[in-house]
């Protein structure tokens, strides 16, 4: 789906100021992380600096958006709590890109990091109501954010040979989708807005994260792996077909 163009004025300067200053602190911290990871040898050099490509380039798009999407004069806290989950994720598909095996004590260590992150995810909605800066921005930015954590986290677990390879279908769902909806202009369109359907994706998200972060648990048997990422993958195929109908028909969600 996609953001329509909001009807209001250029973004005040004190938002850009404020945005610039957050950006150049989350980068530097991220390059302060990456470097503890390269040095203490959790992560390779290489693969460390693709992360922080990825979050880069995050920035800079997010950047891009800003200055066309967000409605409000300041960035608020819930953006910055997504921001923080941002850099997560990319400091994990670092490691899930270093071609290094996946041993149990860093299996645990990304599965500890990704439900930290999965718990701030409750948070970020609560703080934008609270400050009045509800927007779709504000909703678009998180649910990338979701999608991008989930293919990180289906990439670890393929990488860590607990399921088969299937289970990348998880992550890549989501891109998928927008291919699609880049080659069928209906589905290019928002959904209509219900809050069953919501309710529905959020989660359906959630569903994802709880079934790989079991996946890529050492201690999760692996009968049980492929039982619990099939069951996922079920239910994310059941909300993508269910949003594709409703956007083809053109009726609301029901």
């Known amino acids: ?29 991220a390059v ?17 600096v693709a992360g922080l490509m990825l979050f880069g380039g995050l920035l800079v798009a997010l950047e891009r958006r800003l200055a066309d999407h967000h409605p409000f004069p300041r960035l608020g806290a819930a953006n910055r709590i997504t921001l923080v989950r941002a850099a997560v994720a990319c400091l994990m598909a670092s490691r899930a890109l270093d071609p290094a095996p996946l041993g149990a004590a860093d299996r645990w260590v990304l599965v500890a990091v990704a439900a930290a992150a999965l ?19 504000g909703a678009r930015f998180d649910m990338e954010i979701d999608a991008f954590a989930i293919a990180v986290l289906s990439v670890a677990v393929v990488e860590a040979a607990a399921a088969p390879c299937w289970v990348l279908a998880i992550g890549a769902m989501r891109y998928l989708y927008l291919a699609l909806g880049r080659a069928v202009p209906l589905l290019g369109r928002p959904p209509p ?14 569903v994802q994260s709880v079934a790989l972060l079991a996946a890529l648990a050492p201690a999760t ?34």
């Open 1 to 29: 789906m996609s953001i329509r163009t909001l009807p209001h004025a250029p973004p005040a300067p004190a938002l850009l100021r404020e945005a610039h200053a957050v950006f150049a602190r989350s980068f530097g911290l």
């Open 32 to 48: 302060a992380a990456t470097a503890l990871l390269v040095i203490g040898g959790a992560v390779r050099t290489l693969p460390a």
């Open 119 to 137: 718990l701030l995810d409750g948070t970020d909605g609560w703080a934008a109501r609270r400050q009045g800066l509800v927007s779709a921005f």
């Open 193 to 206: 807005p219900a809050a069953f359907a919501d309710r529905r994706r959020k989660a359906i998200a959630v």
């Open 221 to 254: 048997p692996l009968t049980w792996v492929s039982a619990i990422c099939a069951a996922a993958l079920v239910l994310l195929a059941y909300s993508f077909a269910a949003d594709i109908v409703v956007q083809l028909s053109g009726r609301p969600h029901g």
